[in-house]
T-cell receptor, first 113, second 113 residues
């Protein structure tokens, strides 16, 4: 089944403790992206990747890192999480180009205390 | 980035057609118009997309104005399962501009039985 998976689905952590949220897709997509969703603010893009070893900032990249060493994986790294990073995070992927739809993962709900 | 404007909310009755508008007055000639929806407690899912011509698929129809400054997502017979937040976004086809995406807050569609 074609899908985007995220792990973990739920995470409660403390301020400053490094964490990684994994994202994996099995559709051989070149493009992958991370979003966060907060009440009243909609979906905001954090980082995206056009292909392996190619990443770029979205609208809200501060406090996050990403890497794209393999085509199928695009982990989101919070080196020193803070409470304002408490949010619902979505990963998405698509084929390369504007004429293709994105497939979204189920989301990761992160709480930083 | 070209931005879109949507009404905050709309209501419909079950089995009636629904027309969800989107304004994108700063659209460029190579921007594709994409629609996604997000059901409660789920990740966004693709609905439809188009460039210039009207488009139909099993989920919906997309009507694009001749000047491309606006578009309308049409759900031909709304069901309770169509209650969701609907997002209209632009995805640029020029070079690598398809990577950075701005979702906005979308339209909350309520469907009454």
């Amino acid at each position: 089944e074609a899908q985007v998976t995220q792990n973990p689905r739920y995470l409660i952590t403390v301020t400053g403790k490094k964490l990684t949220v994994t994202c994996s897709q099995n559709m051989n997509h070149e493009y992958m992206s991370w979003y966060r969703q907060d009440p009243g603010l909609g979906l905001r893009q954090i980082y995206y990747s056009m292909n392996v070893e190619v990443t770029d900032k979205g609208d809200v990249p501060e406090g996050y890192k990403v890497s794209r060493k393999e085509k199928r994986n695009f982990p989101l790294i919070l080196e020193s999480p803070s409470p304002n990073q408490t949010s619902l995070y979505f990963c998405a992927s698509s084929l390369q180009g504007a004429n293709y739809e994105q497939y979204f993962g189920p989301g990761t709900r992160l709480t930083v205390t | 980035d070209a931005k879109t404007t949507q009404p905050n909310s709309m209501e419909s009755n079950e089995e009636e057609p629904v027309h969800l508008p989107c304004n994108h007055s700063t659209i460029s000639g190579t921007d594709y118009i994409h629609w996604y929806r997000q059901l409660p407690s789920q990740g966004p899912e693709y609905v439809i997309h188009g460039l210039t011509s009207n488009v139909n698929n099993r989920m919906a129809s997309l009507a694009i104005a001749e000047d491309r400054k606006s578009s309308t997502l049409i759900l031909h017979r709304a069901t309770l399962r169509d209650a969701a937040v609907y997002y209209c976004i632009l995805r640029g086809a020029g070079g690598t501009s398809y990577g950075k995406l701005t979702f906005g807050q979308g339209t909350i569609l309520t469907v009454h039985p």
